[in-house]
């Protein structure tokens, strides 16, 4: 697993793979044409700024919302890569496998190619989902598709009062079947230690 560290604004200096949501300003962020960039906004027109400066640039994420799909349909070739959620806001009760399968035939048909999907294992908060297990048996379904995963790590402690335990738990079952952990950048230095201590 690669962690790629979340960030909420543009970091000073932007000198790391990692995530940035963008919001309102629109100025172009100062970065490297070479250095990977996971981009997220609710306006699709500020990521598709940044993509008009070139680079290497992820789009985090589509989920199953067709504006999205239409705002970015004739852009999908420029991305570097795409990270896909199985989530449905209008249809929360079905299960994780069928919207997986919904996304994935929808990406076939905007003609994504395979090479640049990532797909999300969807993480809930502990509360709501205590089984860690089922994030690493989703991840390598979805490896042996020949597809990358990614997971948002730190959904998982969202109200809980003692994160850590909990966040080297499910890093350390994960690191084999996650390409990446997305993590909020207060926890990114934690993840890359435990990782490294742990193999």
């Not at 199953?64 to 959620?85: C, K």
């Not at 502990?126 to 042996?144: K, V």
């Not at 995963?149 to 690191?175: C, H, M, Q, S, W």
Request: glycine share 4%.
């Amino acid at each position: 697993m690669k962690i790629i560290p979340y960030y909420k604004s543009p970091p000073e200096p932007l000198n790391e793979e990692c995530c940035i949501h963008l919001k309102e300003d629109p100025t172009p962020l100062s970065r490297e044409p070479e250095l990977p960039v996971w981009l997220e906004s609710y306006d699709p027109s500020l990521i598709l700024g940044e993509l008009r400066t070139g680079g290497r640039i992820t789009l985090n994420s589509l989920w199953l919302e067709e504006r999205y799909w239409h705002a970015y349909r004739e852009h999908f070739p420029y991305f570097d890569r795409i990270v896909l959620v199985p989530h449905d806001p209008a249809n929360r009760s079905s299960p994780y496998e069928s919207k997986l399968e919904t996304i994935l035939r929808l990406a076939e048909q905007y003609r994504i190619r395979p090479e640049q999907i990532i797909v999300d294992v969807c993480i809930l908060p502990y509360f709501r989902c205590p089984d860690l297990d089922l994030y690493a048996l989703r991840a390598r379904a979805i490896r042996e598709m020949g597809l990358k995963t990614v997971a948002g790590i730190d959904n998982l402690v969202f109200r809980e009062r003692k994160p850590y335990p909990l966040l080297a738990e499910l890093l350390t079952g994960l690191d084999d079947s996650l390409t990446y952990g997305l993590i909020s950048s207060k926890y990114a230095h934690f993840a890359r230690e435990t990782l490294m201590t742990s193999r």
